[in-house]
């Protein structure tokens, strides 16, 4: 019994600690961001990094997930004689839920590992150490624009996603399954509401501070070497699309 | 000159400095030798504020360092260079980069008197035509020296070295030792060194202590510490198993 006492007890520990410290840096990473000089270079290099360069993942992702959403709600929709519902269907389900939740799975999995395991082999290696030396504040210089980079692309590879998943749908739902095309463009423009899109925008903004923040509180504290280098990229990942789809239910439940 | 006093630290109740007392004067060479994992590296990360200690002291010229806040050691830190033991350049930059960094960072400068400065401190550490290269691309010998360059790239006060031979070829080493005197004798600044490089040591070495089990227990010039009977420094100078040092 004690013994179980004892692992719930570090296991709070360890949560109390984590939480407490991505707190802090994100607190700092924030003020930082208003000191002068503005590192926009680097901002701009990691938005490069993280936007430009996922894209290719997103729109295979959405494109992808709209056309299959087309024909699984097109199966369903028939017995109720609703086909014309696809359009709207996959529309909103795009926009409100899966282009933010599937972009910030995506984005996580190929940036956030990056991040974490850049700033971890900065760790290991010794070049935070070398920028405290140099007198340049390593949360200033690293995770600043890391985050900051993470909330202003993430809404915008959610658009790219919901537009591609759209047309994912479109393809399928019209030149496959024989939807009349002004039926299908109309019914999503009925039901779709600018709101639905910036909500989902909105979400998409939350789920790029949480990987980037937690890419690189783990990449910034990792110790051990090349293994602890592995681990921060895994608890990055892991932990970003947990909390990522954990916070998407909260925010649902807000939002709509 | 940097005087440490009754220096205290501890991890997680391993006692890795346990009172270290310790003087550095201005434009010379100190090299603090000890075992590996006795804290050397602990200590010089206390000099420039990179860990603060449990109790104790680490004046420079009068002043502090382990009371400062963060805004006031970054102040301090622009006195000082460090060259890691691994070099620590930061390996998405060029070798120009490296060195350009701290001075893009602190100097208002021109590119043109930038790339002057770079090719000037390169020059320094014997290096040339190397400024495009990348980090990975370099030998270890030349990492040290970019590290070097780096360092001494603000024109510090005083430049801190962590194994600056650990990983290379004899030769090498004594190519690095040799770069150390010089550019030591051509900034006048002060260095300090923490190395087990015995030969290293006593080539450049204006004065040495010995940090052991978390105390410095000898210090002196070259000459002294080779005629000293202390019986920690002698097995540990002289490399042998047998003796007061236990090997765990």
Redesign the interface.
């Known amino acids: 019994m004690r013994e179980l006492f004892e692992i719930i007890g570090k296991w709070a520990g360890r949560v109390v600690n984590t939480s407490g410290g991505m707190a802090l840096m994100l607190f700092q990473a924030f003020i930082w961001l208003f000191v002068p000089p503005l590192k926009l270079r680097n901002a701009f290099r990691q938005m490069e990094f993280v936007g430009v360069k996922s894209l290719f993942v997103v729109i295979l992702t959405g494109a992808f997930t709209g056309a299959v959403l087309a024909l699984q709600s097109y199966n369903a929709l028939k017995r109720f004689g609703a086909e014309s519902l696809v359009g709207p269907t996959v529309a909103l389900s795009m926009a409100r839920e899966l282009g933010p939740v599937l972009t910030g799975l995506m984005v996580t999995g190929r940036a956030g590992s990056a991040m974490a395991t ?1 700033l971890g ?2 760790r290991v ?3 935070i ?2 920028l ?6 390593p949360i200033k210089y690293l995770v600043s624009p890391r985050i900051l980079a993470g909330v202003l692309m993430m809404p915008v590879l959610a658009v790219v996603t919901d537009f591609v998943g759209v047309l994912g749908g479109y393809f399928v739902g019209v030149k496959m399954l024989g939807i009349n095309s002004g039926v299908y463009i109309g019914r999503t423009v009925d039901f779709v509401k600018p709101h639905d899109i910036f909500d989902g925008l909105i979400k998409a903004s939350v789920f790029g501070l949480i990987l980037s923040l937690v890419a690189c509180y783990h990449g910034f504290n990792t110790m051990g070497g090349a293994a602890g280098v592995g681990e921060a990229a895994t608890k990055s990942v892991v932990l970003g699309c947990v909390l990522i789809l954990v916070a998407d239910y909260f925010l649902t439940s807000v939002m709509f | 000159m940097i005087k440490i006093i009754d220096l205290k630290k501890s991890f997680n109740s391993k006692k890795v400095l346990d009172g270290v007392n310790l003087e550095m004067e201005k434009g010379k060479i100190t090299v603090i030798i000890g075992r590996s994992g006795e804290g050397k590296s602990v200590l010089i ?1 206390h000099i ?1 504020g ?1 860990l603060k200690p449990d109790s104790g002291d680490v004046l420079l010229d009068g002043q502090d360092i382990t009371k400062m806040t ?1 805004r006031e050691l ?2 301090v ?2 006195r ?3 060259l ?3 070099a ?5 930059m060029t070798v120009a980069e490296n060195v350009a ?2 001075l893009r ?2 100097a208002e400068m021109s590119e043109v008197a930038l790339k002057k400065v770079i090719i000037e401190k390169l020059r320094l550490v014997g290096l040339k035509n190397v400024e495009n290269m990348m980090p990975a691309d370099l030998s270890g010998g030349m990492k040290k020296r970019v590290g070097l360059a780096r360092a001494v790239a603000m024109d510090p006060e005083i430049v ?1 070295f962590d194994e600056p031979t650990t990983g290379l070829d004899p030769v090498m080493s004594d190519n690095v030792a040799t770069l150390i005197l010089d550019t030591q004798r051509n900034l006048k600044t002060t260095y300090i060194v923490i190395t087990h490089d015995i030969p290293l040591t006593y080539k450049i070495a204006d004065k040495i202590a010995m940090l052991h089990e978390g105390r410095i227990v000898e210090q002196g010039d070259v000459d002294y510490m080779k005629s000293c009977p202390n019986p920690i420094l002698r097995q540990f100078l002289e490399g042998k198993a047998e003796g007061p040092i236990k090997v765990i």
């Open positions: 850049e082999t900065m290696t010794e070049q150490d070398a405290y030396t140099m007198a340049v504040n | 990360k420039i990179l963060e970054n102040e830190r622009r000082f260079g460090m890691f033991q691994g620590a350049l930061f390996d998405s960094f701290p960072e602190h801190l």
